[in-house]
């Protein structure tokens, strides 16, 4: 896959097939418009390409008030279009005045000047450009001056997905990580590099890997203990525990921290970037009076945890 930031460095895309969205989470309805993309593009020698945006629009236009949390980083969002055989991607700068350019001058300027494009796809109920005025209906209306062909989503196909961002979103605050995963075709992640605790889960003998993800926009859990897979730096895949929370037996702080106990590893972390696959929520944080306490019900988690994986749970 092809990665153009804005279209400074952009190369000739042979016939390209196009469609526009933010795309966070990239999910089954996503991936249906992705290989729908690569279907149309085979059949006249282009390529797929998604125009998309950076940062999120609702981050530039609401700065003060968007509460938005992404469920994928960029990275990984780019890493996911990767894997499911997205061709090309466009990530353009989103300012406030690139937000003020007519649905016309999008076109326009970028779609056919820049890239001419030669097919769009694009849903039923999407619309883009200034006062979200770039309908599908515009665009039938713009598409033989322009010289390409627009091909719509029809309202059974998106809908009989029954999926979409804020679905998610839900899904994952709520603690329904079997949901997230049936919505976005495998387990919602946190990528992060691990990095030095106080060693308290040691002392209980449960050493945690402490993870810093690096993103002030990255979607996390609720907060609470999940049964999780890691995947460590050299790619080998454990079954784990983890915990979200303030560590209100052992912390005074509002600092939410992360910290994932592998099952059955030995070894060091330290440093290395981690992938954790949120599987199934086991319980809230809960605060004890005394670390013997905390202890007897970590032994507890485990068993739920080795439960789970075992098909008991």
Known sequence: MRIFQGFEQLHDIPNPVLTIGTFDGVHLGHQKIIEQLNNEARQIGGESVLFTFYPHP??????????????????????????????????????????????????????VNRLKVKKLVIGYDHSFGKNREGSIDFLREVCDTYGFEVIEIPPQEIDQMNVSSTKIRTAIMAGQMAQAEKFLG????????????????????????????????????????????????DGALYEGMMNIGLRPTIANHDNISMEVHLLDFSGDLYDQYITV????????????????????????????VRNYFAGIM
């Open 58 to 111: 609702r981050m530039v236009l609401y700065p003060d008030s968007h509460q938005l949390r992404l469920i994928q980083t960029q990275v990984e969002k780019i890493d996911k279009l990767r894997r499911i055989g997205l061709q090309n991607i466009i990530v353009h700068p989103f300012t406030r005045e690139f937000s003020r350019l007519t649905a016309l001058e999008f076109v326009r300027d970028y779609l």
């Open 186 to 233: 495998e387990p919602f992640e946190l990528h992060g590099r691990v990095i030095q605790g106080d060693a308290i889960g040691r002392e209980l003998g449960f050493p945690t890997a402490n993870l810093d993800i690096e993103s002030d926009v990255k979607l996390i859990p609720n907060l609470g203990v999940y049964a999780v897979n890691v995947l460590t730096g």
């Open 277 to 304: 696959q949120f599987l199934s929520r086991v319980r809230d944080e809960m605060r004890f009076d005394s670390l013997s306490e905390l202890r007897e019900q970590l032994t507890q988690d485990e068993k739920t």
